[in-house]
Each structure stands twice: as C-alpha cells, then as structure tokens.
T-cell receptor, first 114, second 109 residues
Framework: DGGITQSPKYLFRKEGQNVTLSCEQN?????MYWYRQDPGQGLRLIYY???????QKGDIAEGYSVSREKKESFPLTVTSAQKNPTAFYLC?????????????FGSGTQLSVL | GESVGLHLPTLSVQEGDNSIINCAYS??????FIWYKQESGKGPQFIID?????DKRQGQRVTVLLNKTVKHLSLQIAATQPGDSAVYFC????????FGAGTRLTVKP
C-alpha cells in the first residue's frame, strides 16, 4: 500500500475506552492525514499534519486526538467522547511541492464497537 | 454544502466492454484531480491523475477527461475486466482534498 502501514486491520472498542490506531510511512513524506470512511459516503478529514510536531483539526475532529512526534508516525486516538466510532479509518500521506501532490493511502483499520 | 459527487452510484458492465464513470467536482479553483480505485476492505489505490491545464490524460487502459467549464471529470476504462470490479471515486485538491462517495463498478463475465 505505497509504503504506508496501518495497524491493526480490525479493532474493537468497548464503551468508555480509548483506542489508538497506528500509521507509519517510509515514503519520507512531510504531510500525513487521517480520514474516516462510512458506507456510501466520501472520505471525511479528521486531522492532518504538515510537519513534525504540528497538526490541524479537519472537518470531524471531535472525539479524536493525534500526535506527530516523528515524521514517520501519525497515530490516531479514538476517545470515549466519540459516540459513533464504527467506521473504516484511512491514513494517507503526500510529499511536498506540486510534483508530489499525490495522496497515498494505507490499507485501513476497521473499528467496531463491542 | 458543496461536495464532490457522482452521477451514478452503481455501474454494471459486461466483461470486455468499456466503462465510463463520472464525477462532478465543486471548486472551480481546484487544479489537480485524482481517480482512485478501492476494493472491499482495502485502502484506495491511485489510478490516474490530471492537472487543470489538461483536458485528457491516458494511462494503461484508463483515460481521464476533464471539463472545467462544467466542473466534470470522467474515468474511462477500456476492455473492462473482472479485476476492475471495485468502487471508484474522484478527488479534487482545493481548498483541501475532497472526495466523492464513489461508484461501484461490477463486471459481469
């Protein structure tokens, strides 16, 4: 999947529990993104990071948190405040400059609520 | 609000036929577009891209057409094969990447 590794592939969350989804890339990309995909809908942006130690809220950031301590890693935590977390979560990255705009995606994590 | 959308949510074609998948984008300032293919339970795969200074771009068995006047993209797949069965969606780059919900392509043998 283009050098982006997401884990785990399937994740189950109990009520009141925080869970963390992993995203690692070896493409030397500066920008990384987290999207949520629900059936029949387009991808929605949760958080993005243009550079290490900086990140911005996307369109649906409530109930989620991220960190960007290393260029290669951009983990997403789904907190207990997210009341409807069941979805397919996609991590993406891209390089800098007009010739490196392509978004590359990981293989996704399916999160379900127990 | 505005959104990147598709004219048809499903498309069924016979193996060997050509497929055409359409997409309406929302931002006239968008200058870069991508088509992705997504198989069930997997991440989207890049198929082909096009910049706004082009009207047409061809790849291997795929062609993307861009009509800026009506903000419309299409993806043409020649000689569609069973392995082409998937959801296809378009994306536009401005102000941030926005994605259509997708069209499910089914190829009948």
């Amino acid at each position: 999947d283009g050098g982006i590794t997401q884990s785990p592939k399937y994740l189950f969350r109990k009520e009141g529990q925080n869970v963390t989804l992993s995203c690692e890339q070896n493409l030397n990309h500066d920008a990384m993104y987290w999207y949520r995909q629900d059936p029949g809908q387009g991808l929605r942006l949760i958080y993005y990071s243009q550079i290490v130690n900086d990140f911005q809220k996307g369109d649906i950031a409530e109930g989620y948190s991220v960190s960007r301590e290393k260029k290669e890693s951009f983990p997403l935590t789904v907190t207990s405040a997210q009341k409807n977390p069941t979805a397919f979560y996609l991590c993406a990255s891209r390089g800098q400059g007009s010739t490196n705009e392509k978004l590359f995606f990981g293989s996704g994590t399916q999160l379900s609520v127990l | 609000g505005e959104s990147v959308g598709l004219h048809l949510p499903t498309l069924s074609v016979q193996e060997g036929d050509n497929s055409i998948i359409n997409c309406a984008y929302s931002n006239s300032a968008s200058d870069y577009f991508i088509w992705y293919k997504q198989e069930s339970g997997k991440g989207p795969q890049f198929i082909i891209d096009i910049r706004s200074n082009m009207d047409k771009r061809q790849g291997q068995r795929v062609t993307v057409l861009l009509n800026k006047t009506v903000k419309h993209l299409s993806l043409q797949i020649a000689a569609t094969q069973p392995g082409d069965s998937a959801v296809y969606f378009c994306a536009e780059n401005l102000p941030r990447w926005r994605f259509g919900a997708g069209t499910r392509l089914t190829v009948k043998p």
